[in-house]
């Protein structure tokens, strides 16, 4: 069990989210950057879909009622066991009693940490994830409380040493000014060929309006090509007939500010979208904060594909390192 | 033509057009149904939508562009002749000018096209109605398509099978509204929509749906096997009901003993397409038969 003295600013359940029902609306909701989220699991021998603590900004200060192994990753947010300070991206060991808490936020916006055996939620619809705007799965589902109790699961399936570590160049590096890879496409016919370049050139602002639903972006205004509107699609020149959102595809509502839809995002809606977020640069935006810059750049379909491949040859060499102990950094 | 998009690593997006049509939603429904059935790996959303559809897939299993070639044979081989809808036709009660839409509509009159008229007063002036009750009869009349699901979980784009020229037309607010009732009975674009949870929202508002089309506690004989009511290819006939029989209902699913009136239904696009006005007749009798 684990007591929450203290809830942070936005502390939920999330696991690998819940797919595979995108088509009634249900968002995947799950843990924004999947890579620290793998690597949490992973560093205390869990199943890879276990469900973790998504922490936003602010850490909790937990109390665990139980000894067990955690670990710490994504945004740099030092962890403290009993007020000493403990590295991230490492297996700790915590006894019954002890306390975890966390420093203000220096890079950065989200940390995992993750116990060994998964936070016990129920499962609803095949996940353990929380979707706020519905109040479906995690702990009761909405975001930590003070007082509340959490159940630790049996979710591991390996023994993972005490001071096992991630190795430094495997670990992310965090920036204030973060470039943001995307395909170009959907109905990105509908803006002029110069708002379309413009959309690459400059710095956008990230506002007060970035959460789990969504990033929304201040820089300048996006023009759309003139036309007739066609039937059914309303009335603004970025309106069309409704049609499905991708996770991380970009929209510009009435040209004013561009819009990134992340995982607990609507599903569907009558907005030109035109481009998309690659699925590995998903997890840099969900650690990208309010007033930091984001640039931008296209890639084609054919270098997105090589990007994962090169991520998912990163996933596996942490996994070697972690599973295998090869090249591994073990403490003393 | 329809068009093929990347929408990044994990996402296809196709547009069959660009205009709604009922004839465009069939074939969308009708490929998307034929690519379920095929069980093709790799494949883990499949999205029918109004005018296009959207496939969410592992690109370590199916490369995007064999999964481009293979939904373009499918658009070659799907014929709407040989397609059949099973569905179900519900009767969907609707409280018109209900106190909760008009005091949301009321407050952000600032965002609406016509901030001295309400949303029904304005749409149906907009459609060359004489009334507000004229618009109300004609959104009555007829039953609509469930075109899609989306947005948030179960919300229902509702079109009506009506010929071209009958279609209501709304434009959406000129700002979305930060806060709509749940159970909104909404009109944007070509499309009637019910909010299944209180949210943002840029559809104008008519009035209030008596009984959920989402419930997360699945009390409800309806919500059983789904949190979500609505399915695509569903035919709603949204029904103009008085306060005293909203309050039955609102009774009704507070013991949760409520249940929507339904009947299976099978048709083809055909059918539809033809004559929709013989078509809506022809449900509407079954469904109160």
């Given at each position: 069990?684990?007591?929450?003295?203290?809830?942070?600013?936005?502390?939920?359940?999330?696991?690998?989210?819940?797919?595979?029902?995108?088509?009634?609306?249900?968002?995947?909701?799950?843990?924004?950057?999947?890579?620290?989220?793998?690597?949490?699991?992973?560093?205390?021998?869990?199943?890879?879909?276990?469900?973790?603590?998504?922490?936003?900004?602010?850490?909790?200060?937990?109390?665990?009622?139980?000894?067990?192994?955690?670990?710490?990753?994504?945004?740099?947010?030092?962890?403290?066991?009993?007020?000493?300070?403990?590295?991230?991206?490492?297996?700790?060991?915590?006894?019954?009693?002890?306390?975890?808490?966390?420093?203000?936020?220096?890079?950065?916006?989200?940390?995992?940490?993750?116990?060994?055996?998964?936070?016990?939620?129920?499962?609803?619809?095949?996940?353990?994830?929380?979707?706020?705007?519905?109040?479906?799965?995690?702990?009761?589902?909405?975001?930590?409380?003070?007082?509340?109790?959490?159940?630790?699961?049996?979710?591991?399936?390996?023994?993972?040493?005490?001071?096992?570590?991630?190795?430094?160049?495997?670990?992310?590096?965090?920036?204030?000014?973060?470039?943001?890879?995307?395909?170009?496409?959907?109905?990105?016919?509908?803006?002029?060929?110069?708002?379309?370049?413009?959309?690459?050139?400059?710095?956008?602002?990230?506002?007060?309006?970035?959460?789990?639903?969504?990033?929304?972006?201040?820089?300048?205004?996006?023009?759309?090509?003139?036309?007739?509107?066609?039937?059914?699609?309303?009335?603004?020149?970025?309106?069309?007939?409704?049609?499905?959102?991708?996770?991380?595809?970009?929209?510009?509502?009435?040209?004013?500010?561009?819009?990134?839809?992340?995982?607990?995002?609507?599903?569907?809606?009558?907005?030109?979208?035109?481009?998309?977020?690659?699925?590995?640069?998903?997890?840099?935006?969900?650690?990208?904060?309010?007033?930091?810059?984001?640039?931008?750049?296209?890639?084609?379909?054919?270098?997105?594909?090589?990007?994962?491949?090169?991520?998912?040859?990163?996933?596996?060499?942490?996994?070697?390192?972690?599973?295998?102990?090869?090249?591994?950094?073990?403490?003393? | 033509?329809?068009?093929?998009?990347?929408?990044?690593?994990?996402?296809?997006?196709?547009?069959?057009?660009?205009?709604?049509?009922?004839e465009?939603?069939f074939q969308?429904?009708a490929?998307?149904?034929?690519?379920?059935?095929?069980?093709?790996?790799?494949?883990?959303?499949?999205?029918?939508?109004?005018?296009?559809?959207?496939?969410?897939?592992?690109?370590?299993?199916?490369?995007?562009?064999?999964?481009?070639?293979?939904?373009?044979?499918?658009?070659?081989?799907v014929s709407l002749e040989n397609f059949?809808?099973?569905?179900?036709?519900?009767?969907?009660?609707?409280?018109?000018?209900?106190?909760?839409?008009?005091?949301?509509?009321?407050?952000?009159?600032?965002?609406?096209?016509?901030?001295?008229?309400?949303?029904?007063?304005?749409?149906?002036?907009?459609?060359?109605?004489?009334?507000?009750?004229?618009?109300?009869?004609?959104?009555?009349?007829?039953?609509?398509?469930?075109?899609?699901?989306?947005?948030?979980?179960?919300?229902?784009?509702?079109?009506?099978?009506?010929?071209?020229?009958?279609?209501?037309?709304?434009?959406?607010?000129?700002?979305?509204?930060?806060?709509?009732?749940?159970?909104?009975?909404?009109?944007?674009?070509?499309?009637?929509?019910?909010?299944?949870?209180?949210?943002?929202?840029?559809?104008?508002?008519?009035?209030?749906?008596?009984?959920?089309?989402?419930?997360?506690?699945?009390?409800?004989?309806?919500?059983?096997?789904?949190?979500?009511?609505?399915?695509?290819?569903?035919?709603?006939?949204?029904?103009?009901?008085?306060?005293?029989?909203?309050?039955?209902?609102?009774?009704?699913?507070?013991?949760?003993?409520?249940?929507?009136?339904?009947?299976?239904?099978?048709?083809k696009p055909q059918?539809?397409l033809?004559?929709?006005?013989?078509?809506?007749?022809?449900?509407?009798?079954?469904?109160?038969?």
């Amino acid at each position: 069990m684990i007591k929450v003295i203290n809830p942070g600013l936005q502390t939920t359940v999330q696991d690998h989210g819940r797919i595979g029902h995108y088509e009634v609306g249900m968002p995947p909701s799950g843990a924004m950057d999947k890579y620290s989220y793998l690597a949490s699991n992973l560093l205390v021998g869990n199943k890879d879909h276990a469900a973790v603590l998504e922490i936003t900004y602010m850490g909790p200060v937990l109390e665990f009622q139980q000894d067990v192994n955690v670990a710490i990753t994504g945004g740099e947010m030092p962890p403290k066991i009993n007020g000493q300070s403990v590295p991230m991206w490492e297996t700790l060991a915590i006894k019954a009693g002890d306390v975890l808490s966390f420093d203000f936020i220096k890079q950065g916006a989200r940390v995992y940490l993750a116990v060994a055996g998964g936070i016990d939620v129920p499962l609803i619809m095949e996940s353990r994830s929380t979707y706020t705007l519905c109040g479906i799965g995690g702990f009761e589902g909405r975001a930590l409380q003070a007082g509340d109790e959490l159940k630790i699961g049996g979710e591991n399936e390996s023994e993972i040493a005490v001071g096992t570590r991630i190795s430094d160049e495997l670990i992310p590096t965090f920036s204030k000014t973060n470039e943001i890879r995307v395909v170009l496409g959907l109905c990105s016919y509908r803006l002029t060929e110069e708002s379309k370049e413009r959309f690459f050139s400059i710095d956008w602002t990230v506002t007060p309006e970035a959460n789990r639903v969504g990033y929304r972006f201040k820089g300048e205004r996006l023009n759309f090509v003139e036309r007739e509107q066609p039937f059914g699609a309303g009335s603004n020149p970025s309106n069309v007939v409704d049609l499905g959102y991708p996770i991380g595809s970009i929209q510009v509502p009435d040209g004013v500010e561009p819009i990134a839809l992340l995982n607990d995002a609507v599903t569907g809606g009558g907005y030109a979208t035109i481009c998309t977020i690659i699925s590995t640069d998903l997890d840099k935006m969900a650690q990208i904060k309010t007033n930091e810059k984001v640039r931008f750049v296209a890639v084609d379909i054919h270098e997105a594909l090589e990007i994962r491949k090169e991520y998912q040859g990163k996933i596996n060499q942490m996994k070697q390192q972690v599973l295998g102990h090869k090249g591994g950094v073990k403490n003393g | 033509m329809a068009r093929y998009e990347y929408g990044g690593d994990e996402f296809i997006f196709v547009e069959l057009s660009e205009a709604m049509s009922l004839e465009t939603n069939f074939q969308a429904m009708a490929i998307t149904k034929t690519l379920r059935e095929g069980k093709l790996p790799g494949i883990l959303d499949i999205c029918p939508s109004n005018a296009s559809y959207m496939i969410r897939f592992n690109p370590d299993i199916i490369h995007p562009d064999e999964l481009i070639s293979k939904l373009k044979e499918l658009d070659q081989e799907v014929s709407l002749e040989n397609f059949e809808i099973t569905a179900r036709a519900v009767d969907v009660p609707i409280l018109f000018e209900d106190p909760w839409t008009h005091e949301a509509l009321m407050r952000f009159r600032d965002r609406h096209q016509d901030p001295t008229a309400t949303d029904l007063e304005y749409v149906a002036r907009t459609n060359g109605f004489q009334s507000k009750e004229e618009l109300i009869k004609a959104i009555t009349d007829s039953p609509y398509l469930v075109s899609m699901i989306g947005f948030v979980p179960g919300l229902p784009w509702c079109y009506q099978m009506v010929p071209n020229e009958q279609q209501i037309e709304a434009p959406k607010y000129v700002r979305p509204r930060t806060y709509t009732p749940e159970r909104a009975f909404g009109f944007g674009g070509a499309f009637a929509v019910i909010y299944p949870v209180q949210g943002a929202g840029g559809y104008q508002l008519f009035g209030t749906a008596a009984a959920p089309i989402f419930e997360k506690e699945q009390r409800l004989h309806d919500f059983k096997e789904s949190m979500t009511f609505p399915r695509q290819g569903d035919v709603f006939r949204y029904r103009s009901i008085s306060m005293e029989e909203y309050e039955e209902i609102r009774s009704e699913v507070e013991n949760g003993d409520f249940r929507y009136l339904t009947k299976e239904i099978t048709f083809k696009p055909q059918d539809v397409l033809e004559n929709p006005k013989a078509f809506s007749d022809s449900v509407l009798r079954r469904l109160y038969a």
